[in-house]
């Protein structure tokens, strides 16, 4: 046996540092371009869902409208999810969504301004989340839409495409 033979090292395997960090670097660049793309998908379709609710809602008012000759105005609970009158929520959905522990939206009844619940009815869509775009929609039984984000006066299509 030679003395090199012995003193050899076996390769030595793995990773530098340089390729950890480059790795680590493209890793947060895809991150950084990935996140906003998502959290935009996620509003998006949360936005769908509160439009669905509305309409879905408005037609469960027109049919309220067509038995009891007038609206109803209720409200309900950012916090807790509780209606006011009690009996709104047995009558009407009030969430987005299927589960109404957690939905997307909460959704309310008003009078149209200084009209009468006999003549129209403003439902909106408030969210539970933070979304500054589109922030609350809305839909009156005259079939105007709206919403109170920054996009109501700069890109309405946000809110209602």
């Known amino acids: 046996m030679s003395m090199n033979n012995t003193t050899k090292r076996a390769a030595v395997r793995g990773f530098t540092l340089i390729e950890l960090m480059v790795v680590v670097a493209v890793i947060g660049i895809l991150a950084a371009i990935a996140y906003p793309s ?6 998006k379709g949360r936005r769908a869902q509160a439009r669905t609710a509305l309409l879905e809602l408005m037609q469960q008012q027109e049919r309220y409208m067509t038995q009891r000759n007038a609206y109803l105005a209720f409200s309900t609970d950012a916090t807790s999810g509780a209606t006011t009158p009690a009996s709104a929520s047995s009558t009407f959905k009030v969430h987005s969504g299927d589960n109404a522990s957690a939905p997307a939206y909460w959704l309310s ?5 200084d009209q009468a619940l006999t003549d129209c009815v403003l439902l909106t869509a408030k969210p539970t989340r933070t979304d500054s775009s589109a922030g609350s929609l809305t839909l009156s039984s005259t079939g105007a839409k709206g919403c109170t984000g920054t996009a109501a006066s700069t890109n309405f299509r946000v809110c209602w495409p």
């Open 109 to 113: 009844a008003a009078r149209c301004g």
């Open 38 to 43: 998502y959290t935009e998908a996620v509003l």
